[in-house]
């Protein structure tokens, strides 16, 4: 089983559709967990923490289920700005350093 | 904002020679990593970093791998002899806390002929 596990994707959506992006991670002792994006050819860019109440942050919302290892990214009213590869992050629970576990990423396309 | 820098930002070399990267991080951050992406594919961990030492390292990160922070800002990735399948992007990244995210420099896009 991959540790990172996301939707393969590519989700193909009109602007002002609310997307929802879901992962799955192996680790039950994993601590910290992110969603990155990242557009063609670029450095990943922190798009937000996950917490376990989970959090909003204008039109994304994430939710975090250790129970289940189960986080997800929910956005709102997309625009042409949010096309890109979402990517599931976690934090191997391992080591004092805690090295990032990637997911292979989603990709989205917001249509005009 | 305070952001990490890579350079060079495209490295083109011969297979068998000696590459350097090189990575500024952010100047109070105290834990160090590299990471790289072969196109198509997902960021892998190669090696990570912290009170001047190899923290953690994956099983990429062989024998031909090396890592040194040679000052108070530089934190540098040496590959011995480069192989085709080295061609990937190279991701530098540092952190607070190793808790908290890590923040990305733009890369190195390695190319081995």
């Known amino acids: 089983r991959k540790e990172v596990e996301q939707d393969p994707g590519p989700f193909n959506v009109p602007e002002g559709a609310t997307v929802a992006f879901n992962c799955t991670y192996s680790n039950s002792a994993s601590q910290s967990f992110f969603w990155y994006r990242q557009d063609c050819r670029k450095e990943p860019k922190l798009l937000m923490s996950v917490y376990s109440s989970g959090n909003e942050d204008g039109r994304f919302t994430a939710q975090l289920n250790r129970a289940s290892q189960y986080i997800s990214l929910l956005i709102r009213d997309s625009k042409l700005s949010d096309s890109a590869t979402y990517l599931c992050v976690v934090n191997r629970a391992s080591g004092s350093a805690r090295q990032l576990t990637f997911g292979s990423g989603t990709q989205l396309t917001v249509l005009p | 904002e305070p952001e990490v820098t890579q350079t060079p930002s495209h490295q083109v070399t011969q297979m068998g020679q000696e590459v350097i990267l090189r990575c500024v991080p952010i100047?109070?951050?105290?834990?160090f990593y590299w990471y790289r992406q072969i196109l198509g594919q997902k960021v892998e961990f190669l090696v990570s970093?912290?009170?001047?030492?190899?923290?953690?390292k994956s099983e990429i990160f062989d024998d031909q791998f090396s890592v040194e922070r040679p000052d108070g800002s530089n934190f540098t990735l040496k590959i011995r002899s480069t192989k085709l399948e080295d061609s990937a992007m190279y991701f530098c990244?540092?952190?607070?806390?190793?808790?908290?995210?890590?923040?990305f420099g733009d890369g190195t896009r390695l190319s081995i002929l």
């Open positions: 100047s109070n951050h105290l834990y």
């Open positions: 990244a540092s952190t607070s806390n190793s808790n908290q995210p890590q923040h």
């Open positions: 970093f912290y009170n001047n030492e190899i923290s953690e």
